[in-house]
């Protein structure tokens, strides 16, 4: 008989939510309710109160009641704290009445911080702008605390996995003691197909010549 594996996972952007982490935490989640070994728990955010979703039997998703404001593609820094201490307290009861053997943490900050103050083991996928130097947004915050606290997460972590091989160079000017996993995004092969079989029809690939565009 297969052990049981229990996850709990973090993000606070969640379809309507966010964009690219949002998208890919939800195909994480459709995949993984076809493994009847994994039983996943997903703590995020909602647009308006609080809910509790169970999408299969392994499957189960808490939407946190963040004050969101209107733009469902941007978290404001208020929503982002909100997001992190809503966070930390509900999961600190989730871990006292659960037993979870590692927590996937989306973005290195907030995700990864709630994951390294829970005490558990973790791993975190860093996404972009959780990653110093990507976004002139946080500048000024990364300056000040960021880059010294993303060392500590990624450190503390059984894993840290970027998404390309650009973000994980850009990872390592803040912290070059960290091995980075490369694994990007993937694409659903059954939603999407090429036209062409481009490794068998070599002479149909367009070529760029001089001049062109």
């Given amino acids: 008989m297969r052990k049981l594996i229990n996850v709990l996972m973090l993000n606070y952007e969640y379809p309507p939510l966010g964009g690219g982490a949002a998208n890919a935490t939800q195909c994480f989640i459709e995949e993984y309710q076809k493994m009847s070994e994994l039983n996943i728990t997903l703590v995020t955010s909602s ?98 605390l960021f880059r010294r606290l993303s060392r500590l997460i990624w450190r503390k972590a059984l894993g840290v996995v970027a998404v390309s091989e650009s973000l994980a160079e850009l990872a390592k000017l803040t912290d070059d003691k960290t091995e980075y996993l490369v694994i990007r995004n993937g694409i659903n092969a059954e939603m999407f197909k090429a036209k062409r079989d481009w490794n068998n029809n070599h002479s149909e690939v367009p070529q760029l010549h001089n001049g062109g565009q």
């Avoid at 201490?85 to 907030?110: M, Q, T």
């Fill in 47 to 144: 647009i308006g109160s609080y809910r509790v979703e169970r999408s299969s039997d392994n499957i189960l998703i808490y939407f946190l009641d963040i004050k969101k404001g209107d733009s469902p593609h941007y978290q404001s820094y208020r929503e982002l704290l909100m997001y992190t201490l809503k966070s930390w307290l509900f999961c600190r009861k989730l871990v006292n009445e659960n037993h979870y053997d590692l927590i996937h943490a989306f973005f290195g900050i907030p995700c990864g911080l709630i994951a390294l103050l829970l005490g558990k083991q973790y791993i975190v996928s860093l996404r972009g702008s959780d990653v110093p130097g990507y976004s002139k947004r946080f500048e000024l915050l990364e300056r000040i």
